[in-house]
């Protein structure tokens, strides 16, 4: 059978992301890793994580200097798995309004809008969000989940095995809000905001959280991508 070890995965490189502890976790789920920022390297592998910190616009202006829009595009809409990661699932959004307003990757329909200052009871929430927060599910119909009617509240395999309202990591002043509710696999709350963290259409999972720097929930979520590759792998004959 084939196993996770031998599936590789493509990190982008476009010099905004933190490729070193995406590295690690990928590594710590069994997974073999590349840098990634030639579309040869991206297309011949068995998947592809599209992180980043920084600003939209500089983002995809690196990403269309380097070629890889049209390949990031073919990756989504292919079965095999691209993962969007902060920064990394806001480009794949229709537009963001980061410093203005800049064109995204497009690969799903929706704007990238600003947290603004939130309030809980009678603290002041700044921007941006840096901390420990509760992502929550939502059902196939773009509503929260009854999870006491249902063992498995998440609409994506990436977060199998998770609790609904597991805490992740986040760092970011803007989310992205899709058009189609269908795609948001979570929300989290920052005051009385409640933001898309999660999201999910055919081949592609994104999130606005930092898997890498969120605990064993986070790096479960880097072990159901080896899981997932390894089913879409053809068998392997030991002889």
């Known amino acids: 059978m084939s196993n996770a070890s031998s599936s590789e ?3 982008v490189d476009y010099g905004m992301g933190n490729l070193f ?43 269309t200097r380097l070629d890889l829009v049209s ?31 800049h064109r995204g990757l497009g690969i799903i329909e929706g704007e990238v809008v600003n947290l603004k200052v939130s309030v ?5 929430l700044k921007v941006p969000q840096v901390g420990w927060n509760q992502i929550d599910a939502m059902g196939s119909d773009g509503h929260e989940n009854n999870t006491e009617v249902s063992n498995e509240p998440w609409e994506s395999p990436l977060l199998e095995g998770l609790s609904d309202g597991e805490y992740m990591y986040f760092v970011h002043s803007y989310y992205p809000d899709p058009v189609d509710a269908r795609t948001v696999v979570s929300t989290t709350r920052y005051g009385d905001i409640e933001f898309c963290s999660s999201l999910h259409l055919g081949s592609v999972f994104a999130c606005q959280y930092h898997p890498e720097r969120s605990g064993p929930a986070g790096l479960r979520i880097y072990q159901n991508l080896a899981a997932l590759i390894s089913t879409q792998q053809p068998e392997q004959i030991n002889v």
């Open 71 to 101: 390949c990031l595009r073919d990756i989504a809409a292919s079965p095999k798995p691209l993962v969007g990661i902060c920064l990394g699932m806001q480009l794949l959004m229709t537009e963001s309004h980061e410093f203005g307003s």
């Open 120 to 124: 809980e009871g009678t603290r002041v």
């Open 9 to 11: 995965v493509a990190i």
């Open 21 to 63: 502890s995406v590295g690690q976790a990928c590594e710590r789920a069994g997974l073999r890793t590349v840098v990634a920022s030639s579309t040869q390297e991206i297309l011949a592998a068995d998947a592809v994580i599209l992180p980043g910190v920084g600003a939209f616009g500089d983002a995809m202006e690196t990403l």
